[in-house]
């Protein structure tokens, strides 16, 4: 159902009639209805078992490779669903002014893990964020799992602004690894500490395409009192060049990006960190959005909590195998000429075919 973006179970309970499933399950398709109920009592831990299987399989075919040399695993929080009507147990609220005065909506928020590859992204775990807390609160959880899990699957972390925080630092440098996150808290000491030192530095200049970057790597900051420990921060002043297609004249577009990170700059260059961090935008476009966009993410297959996790899980558990199988085993002269989603069409009207040639008149 996933694999092939059908996009509902009702949709997959059309397709009951394909002898496909009777050679593949050894018996009858569930009801749309026993499937939604099923996964309200699954044990999830299976699903987990299962996406490192792919993981181990993948690694032990040398086919995981990460991007600029580095494997990188990158946190993320999504929100998934958000409604005035239903609620479940696993529910956050939040009060919304409408026309009709306040109401409370509630909706469900999501931390995700998933490797930086130069293939494609492998998708790993997700979490809940839980009444009560914040999303780091769930990504703490999430990665002492995904640590325990994959311990040798990544040397860095990558989050956004919101990871910068000391708690989340000291659990993977605990664990050996290193993190990066975003800075841009003009509060914050280590902020403030760093934009006193720029004026001083040189900046190194490079040039990538259209784009000038300058450079700034700035290590041995103490200021950042509660991780106890030293860190280090890359700032890039981006300058791209772009040319407006009406009017034929260039325009110079300016962006500022400043990353704290606990990396040592004798073993990873300021450019290295920038490339990284700029990584995290292609990722997440590819994988969250493609995600919702294209593969149903966001759907509420049943509304509950353990089955909205359990959906997660293996709809990421179908994406990595469909993403290894286009990636590694179609030819790469078809793959070239085909987008993902061409093979997701593909494998659709493969299924659907087989229910119509035997559909009984
Ligand atoms: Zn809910």
Redesign the pocket.
């Known amino acids: 159902m996933m694999a092939s973006q059908m996009g509902s179970l009702n949709a997959l309970e059309q397709e009951r009639g394909n002898p496909f499933w009777r050679r593949w399950l050894e018996g009858d398709l569930a009801s749309a209805d026993t499937t939604g109920r099923v996964y309200c009592g699954l044990e999830v831990e299976g699903l987990r078992l299962a996406l490192r299987r792919v993981y181990t399989r993948l690694k032990r075919n040398k086919a995981l490779r990460g991007r600029h040399g580095f494997s990188v695993l990158i946190v993320d929080g999504h929100e998934s669903?958000s409604?005035y009507l239903?609620?479940?147990?696993?529910?956050?609220q939040r009060h919304i002014q409408t026309s009709g005065g306040e109401r409370i909506q509630?909706?469900?928020r999501q931390v995700m893990a998933l490797l930086s590859l130069d293939r494609f992204p492998l998708l790993l775990d997700v979490e809940d964020q839980r009444h009560g807390e914040d999303e780091i609160a769930a990504a703490l959880r999430l990665l002492e799992r995904v640590l325990h899990y994959y311990p040798r699957a990544f040397q860095v972390v990558l989050g956004d602004a919101l990871y910068l925080r000391a708690n989340m630092f000291q659990l993977l440098l605990a664990h050996g690894k290193h993190g990066i996150a975003v800075l841009k808290d003009e509060t914050r000491d280590l902020w403030q500490d760093v934009c006193g030192l720029f004026p001083l530095e040189q900046p190194i200049l490079e040039v990538c395409g259209r784009t000038e970057r300058r450079l700034w790597d700035i290590s041995g900051l103490e200021s950042w009192k509660s991780l106890k420990v030293k860190v280090r921060v890359v700032r890039s002043l981006e300058t791209k060049t772009l040319t407006r297609q009406r009017t034929g004249r260039k325009e110079k577009q300016t962006s500022d990006w400043m990353w704290a990170t606990t990396l040592p700059a004798d073993q990873v260059s300021a450019s290295a960190i920038a490339q990284l961090g700029h990584d995290r935008w292609l990722i997440e476009n590819r994988a969250l959005n493609e995600m919702v966009t294209y593969w149903h993410g966001d759907h509420v297959y049943r509304?509950?909590?353990t089955a909205?996790i359990a959906f997660w899980l293996t709809l990421f558990l179908a994406l990595n195998l469909f993403r290894a199988f286009v990636s590694l085993n179609i030819k790469p002269a078809r793959r070239a000429r085909h987008t993902e989603l061409y093979f997701a069409k593909v494998l659709f009207s493969a299924l659907h075919e087989e229910t119509f040639h035997n559909r009984s008149p």
Do not use: D, N, T, V
């Open positions: 669903s409604s239903r609620c479940c147990a696993g529910c956050l509630y909706y469900h509304h509950h909590p909205i």
